[in-house]
């Protein structure tokens, strides 16, 4: 089975604070995505990676950094945690493979309150 | 335009109901249409997806409606169980977006005893 784990289930910190969510997947997979989840407004993408050390911008990237520094891991950085940022974060990860679309696994979240 | 809309936001049904929810999307170079299921405390996972030279998919009790026309495509789920309350995403990729989905807001389905 493939697995998805996050490094941490709820988180609490505060405004200003460096946050670091950590990801790991063990599935040799290549692409590794990070969503917030927000009621309403459903999974939105922040950054996504498709290689070590290479980085894309998702839809709102704004307040976060990314880092992949190996191929199983993806970690997702708040520089300065803001109340704005509190939400429920999604790290995913699927193959580059040869088929016409492939699945995207899911970890069970982060749920980060920033006080 | 890369927006998916999925609608109703919740629904409640009782046992043996058949929910539908609905999604419409713009794009039409959108190629594959997935549908993912959330239980709380839970990653969504992949449920059922279907590529648009259908026009239904069938998995179980869950079934996928697409109509390519309308640029719309629905999840049924037939003789509904308290266990499928969870929420559900509707999702669209396109060949040149890499492995990327965008994904509906979620209805979140309530089946009643």
């Known amino acids: 089975d493939v697995k998805v784990t996050q490094s941490s289930r709820y988180l609490v910190k505060r405004t200003g604070e460096k946050v670091f969510l950590e990801c790991v997947q063990d599935?040799?997979?290549?692409?590794m995505f990070w969503y917030r989840q927000d009621p309403g407004l459903g999974l939105r993408l922040i950054y996504f990676s498709y290689d070590v050390k290479m980085k894309e911008k998702g839809d709102i990237p704004e307040g976060y950094s990314v880092s992949r520094e190996k191929k199983e891991r993806f970690s997702l950085i708040l520089e300065s945690a803001s109340t704005n940022q509190t939400s429920m974060y999604l790290c995913?990860?699927?193959?580059?493979?040869?088929?016409?679309?492939?699945?995207?696994?899911f970890g069970p979240g982060t749920r980060l309150l920033v006080l | 335009q890369q927006q998916v809309k999925q609608s109703p936001q919740s629904l409640i049904v009782q046992k043996g109901g058949i929910p539908i929810i609905n999604c419409a999307y713009e794009?039409?170079?959108?190629?594959?249409f997935p549908w993912y299921q959330q239980f709380p405390g839970k990653g969504p996972a992949l449920l059922i997806a279907i590529r648009p030279d259908v026009s239904e998919k069938k998995e179980g009790r869950f079934t996928i409606s697409f109509n390519k026309s309308a640029k719309q495509f629905s999840l049924h789920i037939m003789d509904s169980q308290p266990g499928d309350s969870a929420t559900y995403f509707c999702?669209?990729?396109?060949?040149?977006?890499?492995?990327?989905?965008?994904f509906g807001p979620g209805t979140r389905l309530s089946v009643l005893p």
């Open positions: 999702a669209a990729s396109m060949k040149n977006y890499g492995q990327n989905f965008v």
């Open positions: 995913a990860s699927t193959h580059t493979g040869t088929g016409f679309r492939e699945t995207q696994y």
């Open positions: 599935m040799d997979h290549e692409n």
């Open positions: 794009n039409t170079a959108f190629d594959y």
